[in-house]
């Protein structure tokens, strides 16, 4: 199932019909990953499913990951086998399910004098790690001695270098995978609204029977019937619980991830980095195109969950930690040129430190009927979905004698995937750029698209070529935009710079030249009055400007 199906906010007044007009057997809050991947389970197994989102969907927690499908190795030293186990062996079915999306990664693990890895640990960790995760064939870890892991990133302190541990991994656009589950979801018939926020719920004889909404485009408010409610909110789970007044037992511990990102020639890195912190944490160097970022924090979070911002100390921190791992690296507050900070809803455990609670996942059931769900990875999503929408199922079947097919999320490949797998990505790539050369795109533009994209690609430059920009740039854009706009639910420039094509995180050079034509596009489309363009061009600078000179300080 590839087809593009039309999914845009300029149909939002039909799709609140549907909302309202129809009993759903399920309607899931939270339009992020976890959301995502339960709404795609449910509606393949046959549920009538909704999901309504309070922002755009990705907003939260499932557009600020360390944007990585990896395995959680570092759980191995708190001995969370099982964890390690399952996502370690997600990590090639979701590969398998989008490969222009979820693209392999090697990972080098340094081992450094009196660092937290030695090498003979390092060695059975990664063996355990392939055991658990199931990891064949070339991807198999393997143990370097200096001299190699010197030829793979010469950055690395010669020094202090032992070895290395090298193993696979695979990075992702976190956002726009939480985005291809929902749109392949609609393919198998899932009802979805952004900017739709839950207010209180319905019940029904004492029972959760549906919940309240207000569109938070139009002010409308209108209720959604079903018969199952999911929370899925991520940092939210618990205002939704206590507006249930199912708030009891185990909460929710909110920790702060940040991420920072650098040009590439600041930080130039040859590939992926695991390194040691001198605090004895791990974080990652990963190179993507045009930049280098580098995460993670890992701190104790108890403001406001919508405006989760960066402090000094957030970002000195992982700089003196780079500059600390890498040879001739000396990079200050202004080379940062763009940064995301998200939280992690994991599971409060009295005594912990953030770095030390665990990151499995959770399901919690009021008396009401209301079914929560938070903790996990970013990498289990799908078997997290897999859990809920079981027991969905099993109270299904012991209700009423409905009975349910089992979880086909694993064979279901997400929109935008056609390929068999990444070397088929890699031809279609050297054939996109077949089409844009002949314009004087550079190779790195046809990566782009077919890694945001995949075959859907193919609709977008239909529309660059019918477009008449003189800048070959802004019809590209133009061409995203309007793609975006007709079959992914963008309804603002956020959505766009940030969430659909990662600009601002990536690629923050474009929205200097890109800013004034794509606002004057979404005005052409959405009919806005100057006012609205202007705040939108206001909050855009602020953006720009805050990211180029790094006011952190000021926050």
């Known amino acids: 199932m590839s087809k593009n199906i039309r999914f845009s906010n300029l ?43 309070k922002g755009d969907f990705a907003s939260g927690t499932s557009s600020k990951s360390t944007k990585l499908i990896h395995g959680g190795l570092r759980y191995l030293k708190q ?40 090498k003979w640990l ?9 055991i658990l995760a199931q990891v064949e064939g070339e991807d198999k870890r393997q143990m370097l001695e200096k001299k190699e892991a010197l030829k793979l990133e010469p950055l690395l302190p010669k020094k202090r270098l032992k070895g290395a541990g090298y193993y696979a991994e695979y990075r992702t656009d976190d956002a726009r995978l939480t985005l291809e589950n929902i749109k392949t979801g609609l393919q198998f018939g899932t009802t979805a609204m952004n900017y ?100 993670t924090t890992d701190t104790n979070y108890a403001g406001d969950k919508d405006q989760v911002g960066i402090d000094l100390a957030d970002a000195m921190y992982l700089i003196s930690a780079v500059n600390h791992m890498f040879t001739g690296i000396n990079l ?4 940062i040129i763009s940064s995301w900070a998200g939280l992690r809803p994991l599971i409060n455990e009295e005594g912990k430190s953030p770095s030390e609670l665990s990151r499995k996942d959770e399901i919690f059931l009021s008396d009401t009927g209301l079914i929560s769900i938070a903790g996990g990875k970013l990498t289990g999503y799908r078997k ?30 997400l929109c935008g995937n056609e390929f068999k797998n990444h070397n088929h990505v890699k031809n279609y790539i050297s054939k996109v750029y077949d089409q844009l050369k002949s314009d004087a795109f550079i190779p790195y533009d046809a990566w782009y698209l077919v890694t945001t ?11 660059y070529k019918s477009l008449r920009d003189k800048d070959k740039y802004v019809r590209l854009a133009k061409a995203e935009l309007h793609f975006g706009i007709e079959y992914e639910s963008i309804l603002n420039p956020m959505d766009f710079f940030i969430r659909r094509t990662g600009r601002l995180y990536f690629d923050m050079e474009s929205l200097r030249f890109l800013m004034e034509p794509i606002l004057e596009e979404f005005q052409a489309i959405f009919k806005w009055e100057d006012e609205k363009k202007d705040s939108y061009r206001k909050e855009l600078k602020k953006i720009i400007f805050e990211h180029a000179d790094f006011s952190i300080t000021r926050r």
């Open 11 to 53: 149909d939002r007044e039909k799709t609140v019909q549907k909302l309202t007009e129809t009993t759903f057997d399920l309607v899931v809050i939270g339009g992020g990953i976890t959301g995502a991947g339960i709404a795609l389970d449910a509606a393949s197994r046959g549920l009538r499913t909704a999901l309504v989102e």
């Open 79 to 118: 001995f969370d086998f099982w964890l390690v186990k399952e996502v370690g062996s997600e990590r090639a079915v979701v590969h398998q399910l989008a490969p222009h999306l979820v693209l392999p990664e090697k990972m080098l693990l340094p081992l450094i004098e009196n660092g937290s890895y030695g």
């Open 122 to 130: 390092t060695s059975i960790g990664l063996k355990v790690y392939d």
């Open 196 to 295: 739709a926020q839950v207010s209180d719920f319905l019940y029904r004889d004492g029972k959760v029977a549906g919940v309240k909404v207000k569109d938070r485009v139009t002010d409308v408010e209108f209720d959604i019937n079903a018969d199952y409610v999911v929370n899925s909110t991520g940092p939210w789970v618990d205002e939704l619980r206590e507006a249930n007044h199912s708030k009891k037992g185990k909460k929710l511990h909110l920790t702060k991830g940040v991420h920072l990102v650098f040009p590439h020639e600041k930080l130039p890195v040859r590939q992926s980095v695991y390194f040691d912190i001198p605090d004895g944490r791990m974080m990652f160097a990963i190179p993507r195109g045009k930049v280098t970022y580098i995460g």
């Open 332 to 335: 200050q507050l202004e080379d």
């Open 384 to 413: 997290m979905a897999e859990r809920t929408v079981d027991l969905i199922a099993k109270k299904m079947e012991d209700g009423n004698g409905t009975e349910t097919k089992p979880c086909t999320t694993d064979k279901i490949f």
């Open 453 to 463: 994209y995949g075959k859907q690609t193919e609709t977008i430059l239909e529309t």
